[in-house]
């Protein structure tokens, strides 16, 4: 086998050769011990109260309630749990904040800009809706360290009756309301006590009540996550369906303390320590390595691939293909058109909309191909005082790695492309302030008037506002690492091993059959043909001596 210190010039895919073998799924062509073990093992089981927990919190006197409100649940469990609330106020769940201790960049909801709703500030009480929290009406004015805002019903109901209203600042309702505005649907305030009383451990529910909704709705920001992800097929997740292994997200998302293990700002391209052993390895499973290790198939032909290709790469052959699209484009610089009686409106296509006055033009797309990056787990953020250049596209996140770098392997990604709004003088991206119904509310009392929105969100964040604006076509790279295919779903050695395969725009490297040089293709074939001939050759040779010798 050629090692990468061995590749330069034809590249690193070299070594798979004219009998490159299909990439098969990595899940599940297992070697045959560790199959065994597998199969052995128990699935996990949907959160329950009753069969999941060594208490029965019906019969807490603490939890007997009435409960008034959200955080007066928070109050009666720390009565027993006294340190939960200490630890989730350590996580990035809570502070939505991160200091990269690489790039020095400071992450997190509340700092970084995407091309969805762009950014947080000034918008709070919308996007905490999807905060573990209570509260979070203004940045300047939420209590971090009180512990009676931390929600613990949003992680930990069983009933699938709790449902943080979605401009409560995470808050349920406590009355009936309607949402969204003359809608017609309304609302009913949660029944906390008997919530209260059947917690238990986190699910997928709980954990895609937000996931599975970032961007604004279901399937919107992903693409690997939506709603179908709850009770997936095993066709769409091998790991997470109901009548397969039943994961859980915390079946390979483990935590400690509450901190969740699997940190898109700290990605793991490639995990060397392989499965993971307590004691020995990181205690996290949430990389394919750490449950199937680095060299996985009994075929050695395709554990050639893995130190340069993702697991990932051959066992999502498409995202977003559970039934629901996922968003693909969005263009803010259409947003705030009005039809002909001087009113919002929005366009449907199917179940999806393609246009909307408050948010501009959308495209969805399901069964979506993803696109392909060499990538060593380094992403560096466009934030907001960084200058960018609006003659081309802006990427929000630069990914790092190459096909040169051992650490990098090649990875699918959904691209999210999109228009967004800069500032025109200082060229930077814009944070505008959309929710509310204030006079600079974009979609409130300021009538979408790009001005006052840009000027109070680039304010709220202590950034200088020219007074002049425009739109920037963006990137947003989002690695691809849910909805796992069964293996006989795997892409094929053509997928990639042809003129037009997945990997045809991916360059800096040799791949066979892709005709990056022909001469090479020409030399190789020749070279087996010429083997084939004195192979001939010679048995002709042996075949003649031995008749000779008789």
């Not at 070594?15 to 011990?33: C, E, F, I, K, Y």
């Not at 939960?84 to 909801?109: E, M, N, R, Y």
């Amino acid at each position: 086998m050629i090692t990468r210190t061995q590749r330069p010039g034809l590249g690193r895919l070299a070594a798979a050769g004219l009998t490159a073998m299909s990439l098969a799924v990595l899940v599940w062509t297992t070697p045959a011990a560790a199959a065994d073990v597998m199969a052995q093992l128990p699935s996990a089981t949907t959160a329950t109260a009753s069969k999941t927990t060594t208490a029965d919190h019906s019969k807490f006197k603490e939890l007997e309630g009435p409960f008034a409100t959200g955080p007066e649940v928070t109050e009666a469990c720390l009565e027993c749990h006294t340190e939960a609330a200490d630890h989730i106020q350590q996580t990035t769940h809570w502070t939505w904040a991160f200091d990269h201790p690489v790039t020095g960049q400071d992450l997190g909801k509340r700092n970084v800009v995407n091309n969805f709703c762009v950014a947080t500030a000034t918008n709070w009480p919308r996007c905490t809706s999807c905060h573990i929290g209570y509260g979070w009406t203004d940045d300047k004015t939420f209590d971090f360290a009180a512990e009676r805002n931390v929600d613990c019903l949003v992680c930990h109901d069983t009933t699938g009756n709790y449902k943080k209203f979605p401009t409560g600042a995470g808050h349920p309702t406590y009355e009936p309301k309607e949402f969204p505005p003359k809608s017609g649907n309304v609302w009913q305030p949660p029944d906390l006590v008997k919530i209260a009383q059947n917690v238990g451990p986190t699910s997928r529910e709980t954990c895609g009540a937000c996931h599975f909704y970032g961007g604004g709705g279901d399937a919107v920001k992903h693409g690997d996550l939506d709603s179908t992800m709850a009770r997936p097929s095993k066709a769409l997740d091998v790991h997470m369906a109901p009548d397969g292994l039943n994961f859980q997200c915390s079946t390979c998302h483990t935590t400690g303390s509450h901190e969740v293990t699997g940190s898109r700002y700290v990605t793991k391209a490639v995990d060397r320590l392989g499965i993971d052993v307590p004691g020995h390895t990181d205690d996290t499973r949430a990389t394919c390595e750490s449950c199937h290790a680095m060299t996985p198939h009994e075929e050695a032909k395709l554990n050639d691939h893995t130190d340069v290709v993702a697991c990932t790469t051959c066992h999502v052959p498409e995202f977003a293909r559970g039934g629901k699209a996922t968003k693909m484009w969005w263009d803010w610089s259409t947003a705030g058109k009005l039809n002909e009686e001087g009113k919002p409106f929005t366009v449907k296509e199917g179940a999806d909309v393609i246009y909307d006055t408050k948010k501009g033009d959308f495209l969805w797309e399901a069964n979506v191909v993803p696109e392909y990056r060499w990538f060593n787990g380094a992403i560096e953020y466009t934030l907001i005082d960084d200058t960018i250049d609006p003659s081309g596209v802006v990427p929000i996140n630069t990914l790092g790695g190459g096909p040169d770098d051992p650490d990098s392997r090649i990875w699918p990604f959904k691209v999210m492309r999109g228009k967004q709004p800069y500032d025109s003088v200082n060229n930077v991206l814009a944070v505008p302030h959309l929710f509310g119904k204030d006079e600079s509310a974009f979609w409130g009392a300021g009538k979408f008037d790009w001005i006052k929105a840009i000027e109070a969100g680039m304010q709220a964040r202590n950034v200088d506002f020219s007074g002049e604006y425009d739109f920037v076509e963006t990137t947003y790279h989002w690695p691809i690492v849910h909805m796992v295919a069964p293996k006989d779903e795997a892409l094929e050695c053509e997928a990639c091993h042809a003129e037009n395969g997945r990997l045809a725009n991916l360059g800096g490297f040799y791949m066979p059959g892709r005709g990056d040089f022909g001469w090479l293709n020409t030399l190789g074939w020749s070279l087996a043909g010429l083997t084939l001939i004195g192979v001939i050759v010679h048995a002709l040779l042996r075949v003649v001596g031995a008749s000779r010798r008789k």
